[in-house]
């Protein structure tokens, strides 16, 4: 059997910083999630083996590359210890996670410090949204659209629609609901902002359309931030994990959404292989969706949550309103998603996604989620997705036992 892998401790910044703005960089903001990490997770530099760096768009956003090179420049005592930069756009982070896994499992390393880094506030709103429709098929997808990632979870939203009907209501619920959740996360970039209940609905005033059928309250936010976490195996357990690796679930398709939808045209499922992804991590796990209380899932928009929601089963396909209507998202429902506010109303470093999610999974199985604690929280799952879910990487997160 695969050496199994714990979460030691981690770290996340405040998501509402504009680094920038702060005559601050990727070294800063590295040096902060590292030294916040290992005080965490109680280690010292030395006992880490190896490290992954999550990062989508470095070089857009600021020319800088070479980031896995970043950790020993601003942390001196981790000269000579191996790092890769991994990118898959927003599940960039989640597969930096699954190396430090494979690296833990095969008996390689037996520490692994897991960074997600991410500034994006470097440049105007617009050309940000323009360097991260690089994640999709560039020049043969989105070329009449102002906003590339917009413009696609709208055709997601059509294509629901044509399939089962939809109600852009229920996608104004999980905004608000989102945007809710953060108000309580000390860490979350939107806690402080207000809206009025016409931020929530079809009001070209108070929530403009963006593109197509998503509307400003239905999109994340451009976000600088950086989370971290140290994982390990056996061998090196030297104290109580904060939680335990249970199960993954990786699937990787083409670039294109209208190939994805084209290819799914019979199947019950609009994305056959997240919902792949996320039972691979289930049976991994030894568990099914009953055996989950929570869930941290990729709402880059409502749409993309509102597609989580049948993906997981809460729901069967299509009927994801039910589960709004119900109040089973909402924490003390059913099946709480995104208490933390998810990316809507957290923020969404792109490169740190994937890692803040598991970070959060793990507060919340050891008790430590503050006022977005889940009671009796023992089982977490994340979903972390890159472009239109060409790159899915799913997880199920549990106590630390």
């Known amino acids: ?33 590292v030294r ?4 965490d997770a109680g280690i010292a530099p030395a006992d880490v083996g190896v490290i992954h760096v999550g990062n989508a768009f470095g070089q857009l956003f600021t020319g800088q590359g070479q980031l896995g090179g970043m950790p020993a420049t601003v942390v001196p005592e981790l000269w000579d210890v191996p790092a890769t930069r991994h990118e898959a756009a927003c599940a960039s982070g989640g597969v930096a996670l699954l190396a430090a896994m494979a690296d833990i499992e095969s008996g390689r390393y037996d520490c692994a410090l897991v960074l997600g880094l991410e500034l994006e506030r470097t440049v105007p709103g617009d050309d940000a ?10 020049g043969h997808e989105g070329r009449d659209a102002k906003f590339m990632w917009p413009h696609m979870f709208s055709a997601l939203t059509d294509e629901y629609d044509r399939r089962y009907g939809l109600d852009e209501a229920h996608l104004r619920e999980i905004a608000r609901l989102n945007f809710a959740n953060a108000k309580a996360n000390p860490l979350a970039q939107t806690r402080k902002w207000t809206f009025t209940p016409e931020s929530f609905e079809a009001d070209d005033a108070a929530n403009p359309v963006v593109e197509g059928r998503v509307r400003r309250t239905d999109c994340s936010q451009i976000t600088d931030g950086g ?20 199960g993954w679930g990786h699937r990787t398709v083409g670039l294109p959404l209208d190939r994805k ?39 880059c928009f409502t749409m993309s949550e509102y597609a989580a929601i049948d993906h997981f089963g809460i729901t069967e396909p299509g009927e994801s309103w039910k589960a709004v209507e119900n109040g089973d998202l909402a924490i003390g429902g ?3 998603v995104n208490p933390s506010g998810g990316l809507i109303g957290g923020g969404h470093p792109v490169g740190a996604t994937g890692v803040r999610m598991v970070l959060d999974a793990c507060k919340q199985v050891s008790g430590r989620a503050g006022a ?30």
């Open 227 to 246: 989370a971290g976490v140290v994982l390990a195996g056996r061998r090196f357990m030297r104290r109580r994990a904060m939680a335990r690796i249970l």
């Open 334 to 336: 059913r099946i709480p």
């Open 36 to 39: 916040g990490t290992l005080d």
């Open 129 to 138: 949204a323009g360097h991260l429709g690089a994640a999709a098929w560039v």
């Open 261 to 299: 939808l084209a290819r799914s045209a019979g199947d019950r499922y609009v994305l056959p292989h997240v919902r792949r992804a996320i039972t691979d991590a289930f049976t991994r796990a030894g568990v099914s969706l009953e055996g989950i209380d929570g869930i941290e899932t990729h709402d």
């Open 372 to 401: 977005g604690q889940v009671e009796g929280a023992r089982r977490f799952g994340t979903l972390n997705i890159g472009g239109s879910t060409t790159t899915t990487v799913s997880f199920v997160i549990g106590t630390g036992e």
């Open 1 to 33: 059997m695969p050496e199994a892998v714990w979460v030691l401790g981690g770290h996340q910044t405040d998501f509402a910083r504009n680094w920038s703005r702060e005559g601050l960089d990727f070294a800063d903001l590295t040096e902060e999630v």
